[in-house]
C-alpha cells in the first residue's frame, strides 16, 4: 500500500492512524544484528516518523516529535549525528561525541515510550489494559509532530511484544533482520552495555553468568538463539504478507538496492531526496569477521548452541 494511501475501511481499529499513515512497520531482530543500520536507514526517508532522543525522554510531551522536521532540514549534521563522521556506524553510542551530535533529533529504540504505554520491558509483566490505545495515541500523535506518514520503531524487547503489537496494529508491517549469530556473538562480546544487559530468557546479567563460572561465550550465543525463536513464536499469528525478511549479509552486499526494495514492500514512496541521502552513507562489510577474531575454542561453543538454527537459517 503506498504511504500517501489512507487505511482501507475498517483495516485498523479506531483511532490507530491518522489520515495517511498506515500502517506502522516494526524492525525485529537480534540485538547485534543491524537493525539499527536498517532502522535508522529507513528513518532517513522524508515520510518516516520515528521516536526520538526528545520524545524518548519526556514520552508524555509528544509534541516534541515536532524536532524530527530539524533532521530533514539538515542532512549533513543528522548524517553525522545518525551515522559517526565517516557515515560508517548505526550505533554510535559507543564512542565519544560532541554536544550538537548528541544533542541533535535521532530516531532510538524509545523503551521508556513503550513503557508509559503500559508495556513491561521483560515479559511475565503486567500489560496494561489500555497498552493498545495508548500506542495508538502515541504512534498518531508522532506522525502528526513528527510531519511524516509511516511510522517506524526498532525495539529490541520488542522481538517480545509482537502479539501486544499485533493487537494494537492488526495491520503492522514487521521486518526481521537475521545476522549469522557467530557474528552477533563476537559483536555482543565487545559493546560495553552487554555485561550488565538484563535476559528476557535468564535470570542472571552476562556479568553475574560469568562471574558464577558460566562461559561468556554460550551465553553470548543463547541470546542469539533466543531471541530468534521469540520472534518466530511471536509472528506465528502474523500474516505471512506482513513479514518481510532481511538477511543481513545479503543486505550489506548491496544496501541501497534492499533499501529500496524495503520501501516499496512497507509502503514509502519513491524518493530521490532519500537516495541521495543513502549515497552519503558507507557501508562497511563485516559479516564474516568473527572468523578471524574468535578463537578455535569460542567458535566451537558458539556453534555447539547455535547449530540447529545455524543450520535452518542457512548459516552451517
Known amino acids: 500500500m503506498p504511504a500517501s494511501a489512507p487505511c482501507p475501511p475498517n483495516a485498523c481499529p479506531p483511532n490507530a492512524c491518522p489520515p495517511n499513515a498506515c500502517p506502522p ?21 522524508p515520510d518516516a516518523a520515528w521516536i526520538s532522543n526528545y520524545v524518548r525522554s519526556v514520552p508524555t510531551r509528544r509534541e ?3 524536532l524530527n522536521r530539524v533532521a530533514h532540514h539538515a542532512p549533513g549534521r543528522r548524517n553525522r549525528a545518525w551515522f559517526g ?4 556506524n548505526a550505533y554510535v553510542y559507543g564512542a565519544p561525541r560532541s554536544a550538537a551530535d548528541r544533542y541533535f533529533p535521532m530516531p532510538v529504540e524509545g523503551e521508556p515510550v513503550l513503557r508509559w504505554c503500559g508495556f513491561p520491558e521483560l515479559p511475565g509483566g503486567t500489560v496494561r489494559p489500555d ?15 513528527g510531519g511524516g506518514s ?27 533482520v537475521t545476522r549469522d549469530g557467530r557474528a552477533v556473538a563476537a559483536s555482543l562480546a565487545k559493546v560495553d552495555w552487554w555485561p550488565t544487559t538484563r535476559l528476557f530468557w535468564c535470570p542472571q546479567t552476562p556479568q553475574a ?12 550465543a543463547q541470546e542469539w538463539v533466543h531471541q530468534l525463536r521469540s520472534i518466530e513464536d511471536g509472528l506465528m499469528a502474523v500474516p505471512d504478507d506482513q513479514i518481510t525478511r532481511v538477511r543481513f549479509e545479503h543486505f550489506i552486499e548491496s544496501p541501497r538496492a534492499a533499501l529500496m526494495a524495503l520501501a516499496d ?36 561453543t558458539i556453534e555447539r548452541v547455535q547449530l540447529p538454527l545455524l543450520q535452518t537459517h542457512g548459516y552451517a
Open 131 to 145: 497498552a493498545a490505545l495508548r500506542l495508538r495515541q502515541v504512534v498518531r500523535q508522532v506522525v502528526r509532530w
Open 265 to 300: 514492500v512497507i509502503g514509502l514512496r519513491q524518493s530521490q531526496r532519500w537516495e541521495s541521502d543513502l549515497e552519503r552513507l558507507s557501508f562497511p562489510a563485516r559479516g564474516h569477521l568473527w572468523a578471524s577474531e574468535l578463537e578455535p575454542q569460542a567458535i566451537q
Open 85 to 88: 563522521a565517516d557515515g560508517r
Open 150 to 176: 509511516q511510522f517506524i520503531n526498532k525495539r529490541i524487547a520488542n522481538n517480545q511484544r509482537v502479539p501486544q503489537l499485533l493487537e494494537a496494529f492488526p495491520n503492522a508491517r514487521f521486518v526481521v
Open 25 to 45: 512497520t516494526f524492525v525485529l531482530g537480534a540485538p547485534r544484528s543491524g537493525t539499527s543500520l536498517v532502522y535508522k536507514a529507513l528513518c532517513l526517508h
Open 209 to 220: 553468568w560469568v562471574q558464577a563460572g558460566g562461559d561468556g561465550w554460550e551465553l553470548c
Open 64 to 66: 516534541l516529535a515536532l
